[in-house]
């Protein structure tokens, strides 16, 4: 039986989109090649990532503003020291919202003076900050949208003078932004867009070319735009994938569409969290993630018994991550409202027993 899986990644992708990458991997669009052994170089190939590089543009509502969408490999650690190769000159600006962005901090230092703006550090990143300054004479201002460890989210941008660019690895493609107050985006594709082993970045070019240090080739922004992604071989299975995801995505109405779905089924479980006395949300409210609710037991609670309903009900992933404990229930694009009721009617189970 088809869990309901709320991992925070690899995560749940639509029914349809695994459904279509099998048949790909038996006989790729009747080329009778599977689309793990097709050349890259096949024009079979090359309009697959020509085809996904420019949905990504028209679904963020980018396409002719002098951005380019590029598929990398080494996931979202690789960009945190890719974005500081590319534009660190002398200083850069950074919030500090959780683990990821701590990581990110660390690699960006190698490079140059790094100023921490704000940090949520003092209460377990368990919100966002606000109300920070900005530094003018930095090259780049970077931030995590959203949190999967800690459940926050960052519901607006400040407005910067220096280049914006943001992690969005757990929230891309999910909620509607004006995507074109960012100079940056990057985000591993296995959290709402696709398999493991594929990193998005949407850059906008005229931020890049202005360092003065050389940058190696597999490094280099620019290498990987003239190259059309194409530099070395890249994930062909996780592209295509992700390409499936893209034309799922944008049936149903874009981010737009799968906004609305989203919002759903957050108010679902959080609804539940808030009423149920036997739970306790981790993140402060008006910072929750609508991607990766976390919670955790209130006082006096049985984990056992809990933990016990959950398993039974065929409910996957929702352990919080180590360094918060609790619970951790991962509801990206794919996830059915169906699923997260599941869920719901387990928790309120628990508390009529209790």
């Known amino acids: 039986m088809k869990k309901h899986n709320f991992s925070a990644g690899p995560c749940i992708l639509p029914q349809e989109v695994f459904e279509k990458a099998s ?14 052994e097709i050349s890259h170089r096949s024009e079979a190939f090359v309009s697959v990532i020509e085809e996904a ?20 490999h080494g996931g979202a650690s690789m960009q945190f020291l890719m974005v500081a190769y590319n ?16 990581k990110a901090i660390k690699e960006a230092k190698l490079f140059g003076e790094v100023v921490e703006v704000a940090s949520s550090k003092d209460k377990n990143f368990n919100y966002i900050p606000k109300d920070y300054i900005i530094p003018t004479d930095t090259d780049y201002f970077h931030c995590t949208s959203n949190n999967t460890i800690y459940g ?3 519901k607006s941008f400040p407005k910067t003078q220096v280049p914006l660019v943001c992690d969005m690895s757990s929230d891309i493609l999910s909620r509607t932004l004006d995507f074109s107050q960012f100079d940056l985006i990057y985000a591993g594709a296995q959290k709402n867009m696709g398999p493991a082993g594929v990193t998005l970045v949407v850059v906008k070019e005229e931020i890049l070319g202005k360092v003065a240090r050389q940058i190696p080739s597999m490094m280099n922004y620019q290498v990987h735009i003239e190259k059309d992604s194409m530099f070395n071989t890249p994930s062909v299975f996780a592209v295509y994938t992700s390409l499936l995801n893209l034309q799922w995505l944008k049936k149903l109405g874009g981010i737009a569409g799968i906004e609305d779905k989203n919002t759903k089924k957050a108010a679902l479980l959080y609804d539940e969290i808030d009423r149920n006395p036997l739970f306790k949300g981790f993140a402060e409210k008006e910072d929750r993630s609508i991607m990766n609710p976390t919670f955790n037991l209130a006082e006096g609670a049985d984990k056992t018994t809990f933990d016990k309903l959950w398993k039974e009900a065929n409910i996957n992933g929702i352990n919080g991550h180590r360094s918060v404990g609790g619970y951790r229930a991962s509801m990206y694009n794919a996830m059915p409202i169906e699923s997260v009721q599941v869920l719901v009617d387990v928790m309120q189970h628990f508390e009529k027993i209790s």
């Open 23 to 36: 048949a790909a991997i038996m006989d790729f669009n009747n080329t009778g090649l599977s689309i793990l």
């Open 87 to 102: 534009l660190l000159e002398k200083k850069a600006a950074y919030t500090n919202t959780g683990t990821w962005s701590s």
């Open 53 to 72: 590089r420019a949905l990504v543009l028209e679904l963020l509502g980018l396409q002719d503003k002098g951005y380019q969408a590029l598929f990398l």
């Open 152 to 154: 926050t989210q960052m």
